[in-house]
């Protein structure tokens, strides 16, 4: 565990891991996240969702306790609670052969040295590195270094393991193992929170998720129990959606805006697009609980 | 700890960073030892003062080592931000020893002294080695990268901190008797010098030990003051 954090005097439920109370985190005066509250129980997959720079990479890295929340607190139901973290970009310069700085990051967590020995190679050959032994992280490509920083943040089976942006760069072999290997985790009872973009390979097996909007936890959606839909629009200012409460999240693409709406809201959108003269090229739902998407 | 230790110091080695600061530390014990005989404690006296210039240069470019992502991975694989620092600069003061010991054994094997090193001399004068290393340590982490964004002010910083701590008994002098209690804001790098000039190299109860306590202290004030301000900065 590390920075400051309270340990749970007692109270709250049992299958509470972690709660955030009231975080707040502002650079330079500029505030990113506002009193943030939230609680995270064991044994759950968590997504935290939203646009790009909208602060949901900071609070990942407040609740690993690697950056310090400028306001509020966090509490910890164990103090010793293991923590697993993989950034969106794992650093490039590391002068370690893959395996060498697994075991490195194994010694350094305290694993005994009888799991490591099994665990290392296991991990390197179900994300396909262990050809790549014979070279530093540094001189492999991004999607391989990407696969280390996954590697490195699983390896401790941790309490809670936080994954940031974990598909970009992996191949789709990798993403699925990276699937397999979560179910198999929070099988043991880890608690995963994680980021994602423009991919719903998660949204199956998230048990909640929440949408950071102008630095709030704006909305809780239940994914499982809620259609989404995807509309494809042209010709429509960015400015303009961000106001609209209904918009879960945004994407741009070149001229295209990605709109992800509940199905219960899309007609209303739809409405609001054409009433903008914005132009509908496709709407697509995104996911449908217990089915593939259409 | 001690595993992280061991990674850092197994990158260092890989990084090449070590190069610079070692090899001119050689070479001035080469160049300083081109004379012979040498008086000892004097001798020793200097190279530990040229010791705490190189182990400040050895932690400055250790702590540049990590980037920041893996600053902050590497603190959650070892439990606390407290270890991670204090793992590093642990690493810089194994280098140090062993500088500590080359400026220590070269003069020895190359018969540098006109008369042989007793015990008691050699214990002391080891010491101040270390002793002055560990200041140079914990006055480096205050100006590294950690604490100071800019390159400028890290190493600029430093350097000017380094001068004046040297140049302090010249300051001394200048300075109006009311202004003279400003010194002990210096790091003390020469304090341990005029004792250890003046002392036979018999006994070490003829040593005024004090100035040695002082440096220790004084650097453990600083350490602190840098983990604090390191888990501040986060």
């Known amino acids: 565990m590390i920075g400051d954090r309270d340990e749970n005097g007692g109270g709250s439920a049992v299958t509470m891991l972690v709660e955030l109370k009231n975080i707040g985190k502002a650079y330079d005066r500029e505030s990113v996240l506002k009193n943030i509250s939230l609680t995270i129980g064991k044994q759950q997959i968590?997504?935290?969702?939203?646009?790009?720079?909208?602060?949901?990479?900071?609070?990942?890295?407040?609740?690993?306790?690697?950056?310090?929340?400028?306001?509020?607190?966090?509490?910890?139901?164990n103090k010793k609670i293991k923590i697993g973290y993989a950034p969106e970009r794992f650093p490039k310069n590391i002068r370690f052969t893959p395996e060498e700085y697994l075991n490195y990051t194994g010694k350094i967590s305290g694993m005994p040295r009888s799991i490591m020995h099994k665990s290392i190679p296991d991990l390197l050959k179900r994300f396909k590195l262990e050809q790549f032994n014979d070279q530093w992280v540094m001189n492999l490509s991004k999607g391989n270094i990407?696969?280390?920083?996954?590697?490195?943040?699983?390896?401790?089976?941790?309490?809670?393991?936080?994954?940031?942006?974990?598909?970009?760069?992996?191949?789709?072999?990798?993403?699925?193992?990276?699937?397999?290997?979560?179910?198999?985790?929070?099988?043991?009872?880890?608690?995963?929170?994680?980021?994602y973009h423009?991919?719903?390979?998660?949204?199956?097996?998230?048990?909640?998720?929440?949408?950071?909007?102008n630095g709030v936890l704006t909305k809780t959606i239940d994914i499982v129990k809620e259609p989404i839909k995807l509309l494809e629009v042209e010709r429509l200012d960015e400015s303009n959606v961000e106001k609209w409460d209904e918009i879960i999240n945004i994407e741009k693409k070149t001229d295209k805006l990605l709109l992800y709406v509940h199905a219960k809201d899309s007609d209303k959108v739809l409405y609001r697009i054409l009433q903008s003269e914005g132009s509908i090229k496709r709407v697509v739902t995104v996911e449908t609980p217990g089915e593939d998407n259409t | 700890m001690k595993n992280l230790i061991k990674y850092t110091l197994h990158d260092y080695i890989r990084s090449h960073k070590y190069f610079p600061p070692i090899s001119t530390f050689i070479i001035i014990i080469f160049v300083f030892y081109t004379y012979t005989p040498n008086p000892i404690i004097d001798s020793y006296a200097v190279t530990a003062v040229v010791l705490y210039i190189i182990s400040a240069w050895v932690c400055l470019s250790m702590l540049q080592l990590d980037p920041p992502v893996q600053r902050q991975l590497m603190a959650i694989?070892?439990?606390?931000?407290?270890?991670?620092?204090?793992?590093?600069?642990v690493s810089v003061l194994v280098i140090s020893i062993i500088l500590s010991a080359f400026a220590f054994l070269y003069p020895i094997v190359f018969k540098m002294f006109s008369e042989p090193v007793t015990f008691t001399t050699g214990l002391v004068t080891f010491a101040n080695h270390i002793i002055l290393s560990i200041l140079g340590i914990s006055l480096a982490s205050l100006f590294s990268k950690v604490i100071m964004k800019s390159t400028i002010n890290s190493f600029g910083g430093l350097t000017l901190t380094i001068v004046l701590s040297l140049a302090?008994?010249?300051?001394?002098?200048?300075?109006?008797?009311?202004?003279?209690?400003?010194?002990?804001?210096?790091?003390?790098?020469?304090i341990t010098q005029i004792p250890l000039l003046d002392w036979?190299?018999?006994?070490i109860d003829n040593l005024a030990l004090f100035p040695f306590i002082w440096v220790i202290i004084y650097s453990f004030i600083i350490t602190f003051l840098f983990l604090q301000l390191a888990k501040r900065l986060r």
């Open chain 1, 46 to 77: 968590i997504a935290i969702l939203g646009g790009n720079g909208v602060g949901k990479s900071t609070l990942l890295r407040i609740v690993a306790g690697m950056e310090r929340p400028s306001s509020g607190k966090m509490i910890f139901q």
């Open chain 1, 146 to 195: 990407q696969k280390v920083g996954i590697i490195q943040a699983i390896i401790k089976r941790p309490d809670l393991l936080i994954l940031d942006e974990p598909l970009s760069g992996l191949d789709s072999l990798a993403q699925q193992e990276l699937l397999r290997i979560m179910k198999e985790l929070k099988k043991e009872g880890t608690t995963i929170l994680l980021t």
């Open chain 1, 198 to 213: 423009e991919s719903n390979l998660f949204e199956k097996m998230v048990d909640a998720a929440y949408y950071v909007k």
């Open chain 2, 77 to 89: 694989h070892v439990g606390s931000w407290n270890r991670y620092y204090l793992s590093k600069l």
């Open chain 2, 168 to 190: 302090a008994v010249g300051i001394e002098r200048v300075l109006p008797p009311f202004l003279k209690n400003i010194l002990w804001i210096l790091p003390p790098a020469t």
């Open chain 2, 200 to 203: 036979n190299g018999r006994h």
